[in-house]
């Protein structure tokens, strides 16, 4: 007589951290599928030729028809696609239209000067909004400063509210045309930094303040703190040691989604300052609709947010991993 010994199928993902690592994966290809996708069709929506604007209005038309016929644009727009798809497998962005650059060569010229904006501003969100937010806490937990929680968060929210590109436009005429303090646009040196960087993090300083507060109240509330507080520890250690990581999950998530913000957010703040960066880049190239350029740098910044999504991910799973049991 013999016995079956079938595995049920639902031990296969026995393994909440392998199913994780499946189920984060499948959804990063599946945005970069539609990233890719959408990166492609949203140029050859923009109403135009884009050999005639690369080539100028007086350019004869055998010129221009033989610039289309190298480029592949009188192929039907799957076929384009496909050559697109092919090109991105071999690595291979293509040639800007209008300078003739490999488009690998300009992206990688102007990105760091993107990633040292988007890097040092999300620096200064930190540093400003997870004490800010600390402090507002403690000072205001079981009801206690109204007028103190009234005015912060009534400041916050107008701060957040106001567009980068206007913030920038305040700072510049006021520290740069006004005063004389920094350089009103370019990236001539440190100094220069100063402008672009706190337009980018103001805003989201300010909301970040106000969920680490949100956050450090619900925790001081646990009873775990109270017990710190019988012990008779220090008030710094119980706020430090005890109350801020427990409080750091959600802060750690919006942290990622303001770090993808502040990516995008440089493409106004960078043509408000003239700043040598992609976003300056990609506006220039959007109005003379260079294919290649603008998709190159599209899927940068498309990349750049997913990536960083998927870190925020992996750690919040490393720093709670039970709500990733629970979610597999």
Same mark, same amino acid.
């Given at each position: 007589?013999? $016995?079956?010994?079938? =595995?049920?199928? #639902? $031990?296969?993902?026995?393994?909440?951290?392998?199913?994780?690592?499946?189920?984060?994966?499948?959804?990063?290809?599946?945005?970069?599928?539609?990233?890719?996708?959408?990166?492609?069709?949203?140029?050859?929506?923009?109403?135009?030729?884009?050999?005639?604007?690369?080539?100028?209005?007086?350019?004869?038309?055998?010129?221009?028809?033989?610039?289309?016929?190298?480029?592949?644009?009188?192929?039907?727009?799957?076929?384009?696609?496909?050559?697109?798809?092919?090109?991105?497998?071999?690595?291979?962005?293509?040639?800007?239209?209008?300078?003739?650059?490999? +488009?690998?060569?300009? =992206?990688?010229?102007?990105?760091?000067?993107?990633?040292?904006? #988007?890097? @040092?501003?999300?620096?200064?969100?930190?540093?400003?909004?997870?004490?800010?937010?600390?402090?507002?806490?403690?000072?205001?937990?079981?009801?206690?400063?109204?007028?103190?929680?009234?005015?912060? #968060?009534?400041?916050?929210?107008?701060?957040?509210?106001?567009?980068?590109?206007?913030v920038a436009v305040a700072l510049v005429y006021v520290f740069a045309v006004s005063l004389g303090w920094f350089p009103v646009a370019g990236a001539s040196g440190p100094g220069s930094f100063t402008l672009p960087v706190l337009a980018l993090a103001i805003g989201p300083a300010a909301v970040l303040a106000r969920i680490v507060r949100v956050e450090m109240l619900g925790v001081l509330s646990h009873d775990f703190i109270r017990t710190a507080r019988a012990?008779?520890?220090?008030?710094?250690?119980?706020? $430090?040691?005890?109350?801020?990581?427990?409080?750091?999950?959600? $802060?750690?998530?919006?942290?990622?989604?303001?770090?993808?913000?502040?990516?995008?957010?440089? +493409?106004?703040?960078?043509?408000?300052?003239?700043?040598?960066?992609?976003?300056?880049? =990609?506006?220039?190239?959007?109005?003379?609709?260079?294919?290649?350029?603008?998709?190159?740098?599209?899927?940068?910044?498309?990349?750049?947010?997913? @990536?960083?999504?998927?870190?925020?991910?992996?750690?919040? #799973? +490393?720093?709670?991993?039970?709500?990733? =049991?629970?979610?597999?």
């Amino acid at each position: 007589m013999t $016995t079956s010994t079938a =595995i049920p199928s #639902a $031990t296969r993902w026995e393994s909440p951290w392998l199913s994780f690592a499946v189920r984060r994966l499948s959804r990063f290809v599946a945005s970069l599928a539609v990233l890719v996708t959408a990166a492609f069709l949203m140029i050859h929506l923009v109403p135009g030729d884009p050999v005639r604007a690369a080539l100028g209005m007086n350019a004869p038309v055998e010129v221009v028809n033989a610039r289309r016929e190298a480029l592949g644009l009188n192929d039907s727009l799957p076929v384009q696609y496909w050559h697109y798809i092919q090109g991105l497998f071999s690595g291979e962005l293509g040639t800007s239209m209008g300078s003739n650059e490999a +488009v690998s060569k300009v =992206i990688s010229d102007r990105l760091p000067a993107t990633l040292q904006l #988007a890097v @040092l501003a999300f620096v200064v969100v930190v540093v400003i909004a997870v004490p800010v937010g600390v402090l507002m806490a403690v000072l205001t937990r079981g009801g206690r400063r109204r007028g103190g929680e009234l005015a912060f #968060a009534t400041t916050s929210v107008i701060i957040a509210a106001v567009p980068e590109f206007l913030v920038a436009v305040a700072l510049v005429y006021v520290f740069a045309v006004s005063l004389g303090w920094f350089p009103v646009a370019g990236a001539s040196g440190p100094g220069s930094f100063t402008l672009p960087v706190l337009a980018l993090a103001i805003g989201p300083a300010a909301v970040l303040a106000r969920i680490v507060r949100v956050e450090m109240l619900g925790v001081l509330s646990h009873d775990f703190i109270r017990t710190a507080r019988a012990k008779r520890l220090r008030p710094r250690l119980v706020y $430090t040691r005890h109350a801020l990581p427990n409080a750091l999950t959600a $802060t750690l998530t919006l942290g990622g989604l303001l770090l993808s913000a502040l990516v995008a957010g440089t +493409v106004l703040v960078e043509n408000v300052f003239a700043w040598p960066g992609l976003g300056t880049k =990609i506006v220039a190239s959007i109005l003379e609709k260079d294919y290649p350029l603008v998709q190159g740098i599209v899927l940068v910044y498309g990349v750049g947010v997913l @990536l960083v999504n998927l870190v925020v991910d992996v750690l919040l #799973a +490393v720093l709670d991993p039970r709500s990733t =049991i629970r979610e597999a």
